[in-house]
């Protein structure tokens, strides 16, 4: 049950804006999450990414295969070429690098397991207008 106010018009423009932006930085996280514990085509990286934000991030084709390629230049990520199981197509599989585990769990340690303590959960639950 959400507890957020009706927007107008104008708040919700930059709601929008926001929340673009803040998608478009957390993707890379999102993309190194997904390929963490086994090799994924980008279909099964987008449905990951889907399932696991309650739908708030739904990756786009060109957005998704932009970032993976990024993040293999940048070898976080590396990929392999074999066929897929129920077809038999060939299909690029991605999977976490030793040093995108490490960048990955270093920005955990520092964005998410760092920030996101019991402190930070009273704060977000903190009502409007309690100076506390």
Known sequence: MSSSPELDSYEQKVL???EEVYKR???TMWLLLAVRSEPKYAAEIAEFVTTNTNGTMTPDD???YRALRRLAQMELVELSVRSGERTGAKRKYYQL????????????DRHIRGVYT???AAILRRERGTSR
């Open 25 to 27: 930085g957390l993707l």
């Open 118 to 120: 019991d402190a930070t």
């Open 62 to 64: 060109r957005s998704l």
């Open 16 to 18: 929008a804006g926001w």
């Open 97 to 108: 690098t030793q040093t995108g585990e490490r960048v990955l769990e270093a920005f955990l």
